[in-house]
């Protein structure tokens, strides 16, 4: 028998650490998510929250603790296209020579197995993803010709095709102009309306505070504050306008551009000791 409360649950993080190879960038995380919620991760460049993500999604290791998606432990999640990802960058990339439904429909392949072929459903799933994020008149257009902030909603639409009843989203509204992040903001509401629970890593909650309720802040590893999103920016330490690769000083040896630097505290992890 199912517990109400578990069943009830996103996401769970019991004294949880994340980090990449033996560094724990991410340090004694307890977080409950509940299936619906719209929440905010906030943090300063470097800060681990991108790490906090990825963790989430099996893309940093899991160090000690407990993660639990959707009822299962992280990576142990039957059926991947329960979770919907949309990584840090502003676009798909401008020489990819394929169309929009093409690029959406690779959203669908989580649902289809190894071999499976895209019958009806996945076709409607497809166009109704497209749909969802304004660019139906657009889906066989080239991906190339599209603008940077059409290009991140495609981005969005390739997650939703997949129906997920999670969506990571990690920095969304970066780089992309008002009229994009606004409708962005009006896809988010109706994907979370449906009930899709939402995690958004961002510097910029203004465009989406109407979608995002709960916000927490990561602070050199640590969750630092839970509660409503008003107030949270503050603690959070943003400090304006970030863009994907950004930071603050040189990249540690031997960490890729798209990883975050550990912060000044930073554990090492070894034999499972710290």
Known sequence: ?????????????????????????????????????????????????????????GLAAVLGGTVEVLGAPVGRLRERGRVGYVPQRHTVSGAMPATVREVVGVGRLPRLGLFGRPGPRDRAAVADAVDAVGLADRLEDPVASLSGGQQRRVLVARALAAEPELLVMDEPTAGVDAGSQ???????ARVSARGTTLVVVTHETGPLAA???????????????DGPLAGAETLAGTGGHHHPGEDDGPLVPGYRLDQPRPAPDAVRVRNGSR
Not at 37 to 55: I, P, Q, Y
């Open 1 to 57: 028998m199912t517990d109400s409360s578990t069943a009830d649950t996103a996401l769970r993080l019991d004294g949880a650490t994340i980090g990449y190879g033996d560094v724990a960038i991410v340090r004694d995380a307890h977080l409950t998510v509940r299936r619906g919620e719209a929440l905010a991760v906030l943090g300063a460049n470097g800060s681990g929250k991108t790490t906090l993500s990825r963790g989430l999604l």
């Open 182 to 188: 606004e409708a962005l903001a009006g896809v988010l």
């Open 211 to 225: 979608v995002l309720s709960r916000a927490v802040v990561v602070d050199s590893g640590r969750l630092t504050y």
